[in-house]
């Protein structure tokens, strides 16, 4: 192919590639249609790329170019004998009156499975549909559908719906409103979070959609939550070890977002995350939830509380002696955070011991060794100080470590 010469108005101005599916704009100027559509959705400035003209946003003003699709079509066809593919007719762009109408068709019980299972399947075809559909209302129909259910305890289509919403997700602005309009959207997640929590496959569509919803929620909203929406979080998805990391991860982000505000971490410790967090770590995972288990392990043990239910797991210490070094800077700074709040708050003999006996101190002076941030040293420095009288023996402690400056 790379010696067959293209005719150049068959190439996109935009991705110098064949078009597959040209498009003329107002301009005059033929793109593919992909292409453009994508230019008309991210440029800060919406101008025609080849003339510099003004562009309207909407893909309405968008012209099929049938008759160069036809060229192109038969260059291709008179071509294959050298390796060039066939470009199939495109299939027409999905029309807004239509998806309407499969809205409407929402509130017929007759059509309602039907009408899911294609609002799911055009969802899932292009970044065009989905835009289409969000722009006809689907969105804030699968949320007045997640909503019903909640309020009439109707589990059915649960999944699909979540589905849906899920992939139509994009615009925060757009979203917030929407969410801000369904008072009890939240509370119908934490519903199906509590009543579903054995039924992985809704668990995990339902927690990244919470987790969407924590971050379009003003402030106030967020420190009034209460502890039941916390613990359908920690017994639903952090006990439960069939849930996908993905779904972890945003209960992890969630939890992180609200645990400043308010008293939620206080209920967080109440609804028994520190234990189920420490469990999870024992686990094998991936290097980007560690690092987040630790920020949130941090935030928790700021308080008394939470120190408690830290230190009451046999595992605590271990598993942030065992992750030190071993993971990322940002799980180092946080587990030595979390080592600075034991030691100077809840160092009982006990605890200081167990430090020393699970490998903690040891691990302390490899920090102090160890090729890192000049600011983990002297934390860890400043650690082994506090307990230098009962540490003293240990074989892994030396004078220089206990010092101001290295000798």
């Known amino acids: 192919m790379a010696e067959i010469e293209i005719p150049q108005f068959f190439v996109c101005p935009i991705s110098l590639q064949i078009m597959k599916d040209p498009v003329t704009t107002v301009t005059g100027i033929t793109y593919d249609r992909e292409?453009?559509?994508?230019?008309?959705?991210?440029?800060?400035?919406?101008?025609?790329?080849?003339?510099?003209?003004?562009?309207?946003?909407?893909?309405?003003?968008?012209?099929?170019?049938?008759?160069?699709?036809?060229?192109?079509?038969?260059?291709?066809?008179?071509?294959?004998?050298?390796?060039?593919?066939?470009?199939?007719?495109?299939?027409?762009?999905?029309?807004?009156?239509?998806?309407?109408?499969?809205?409407?068709?929402?509130?017929?019980?007759?059509?309602?499975?039907?009408?899911?299972?294609?609002?799911?399947?055009?969802?899932?075809?292009?970044?065009?549909?989905?835009?289409?559909?969000?722009?006809?209302?689907?969105?804030?129909?699968?949320?007045?559908?997640?909503?019903?259910?909640?309020?009439?305890?109707?589990?059915?289509?649960?999944?699909?719906?979540?589905?849906?919403?899920?992939?139509?997700?994009?615009?925060?602005?757009?979203?917030?409103?929407?969410?801000?309009?369904?008072?009890?959207?939240?509370?119908?997640?934490?519903?199906?979070?509590?009543?579903?929590?054995?039924?992985?496959?809704?668990?995990?569509?339902?927690?990244?959609?919470?987790?969407?919803?924590?971050?379009?929620?003003?402030?106030?909203?967020?420190?009034?939550?209460?502890?039941?929406?916390?613990?359908?979080?920690?017994?639903?998805?952090?006990?439960?070890?069939?849930?996908?990391?993905?779904?972890?991860?945003?209960?992890?982000?969630?939890?992180?977002?609200?645990?400043?505000?308010?008293?939620?971490?206080?209920?967080?410790?109440?609804?028994g995350a520190v234990t189920e967090l420490i469990e999870l770590a024992l686990e094998k995972l991936e290097k980007s939830v560690t690092e987040l288990i630790f920020i949130l392990l941090a935030h928790l043990c700021s308080c008394a509380d939470g120190r408690e239910q830290f230190l009451k797991h046999a595992g605590g210490i271990a598993v942030l002696s065992k992750r030190t070094l071993r993971v990322s800077p940002t799980t180092d700074d946080r587990a030595l955070h979390v080592f600075s709040l034991i030691s100077k708050y809840s160092a009982s003999n006990e605890v200081v011991q167990e430090m020393l006996r699970v490998g903690a101190v040891s691990k302390l002076c490899m920090v102090m060794q160890a090729d890192c941030a000049s600011y983990l040293k002297e934390k860890a420095r400043g650690i082994l100080r506090l307990h230098s009288r009962a540490w003293n023996d240990s074989p892994c402690i030396q004078v220089y470590l206990l010092t101001r400056h290295q000798r």
Do not use: Y
């Open 35 to 271: 292409s453009i559509e994508h230019w008309l959705l991210t440029a800060k400035n919406c101008t025609c790329p080849v003339t510099k003209q003004p562009l309207p946003r909407s893909t309405e003003f968008l012209t099929p170019n049938h008759t160069l699709r036809r060229l192109i079509q038969a260059w291709c066809s008179a071509n294959s004998s050298n390796g060039v593919d066939r470009i199939p007719t495109p299939k027409s762009p999905l029309d807004k009156a239509h998806v309407e109408k499969l809205v409407k068709d929402l509130d017929s019980p007759r059509c309602f499975q039907f009408t899911l299972e294609k609002l799911h399947a055009l969802a899932t075809e292009s970044e065009r549909n989905r835009r289409c559909m969000d722009e006809s209302g689907v969105a804030k129909a699968m949320i007045r559908l997640i909503t019903k259910s909640f309020k009439q305890g109707n589990t059915t289509f649960l999944e699909e719906s979540l589905r849906i919403l899920r992939l139509l997700w994009s615009d925060n602005v757009n979203m917030k409103r929407l969410i801000d309009e369904s008072f009890d959207f939240l509370n119908s997640l934490t519903w199906i979070l509590q009543l579903h929590h054995n039924d992985v496959k809704v668990i995990n569509e339902a927690m990244p959609i919470m987790k969407l919803a924590i971050e379009v929620k003003d402030s106030t909203f967020l420190g009034n939550l209460k502890v039941e929406f916390f613990r359908g979080i920690v017994m639903s998805v952090l006990k439960n070890r069939a849930i996908s990391q993905q779904a972890i991860k945003s209960a992890l982000h969630v939890l992180i977002e609200t645990c400043p505000l308010g008293r939620n971490r206080m209920k967080i410790v109440e609804a």
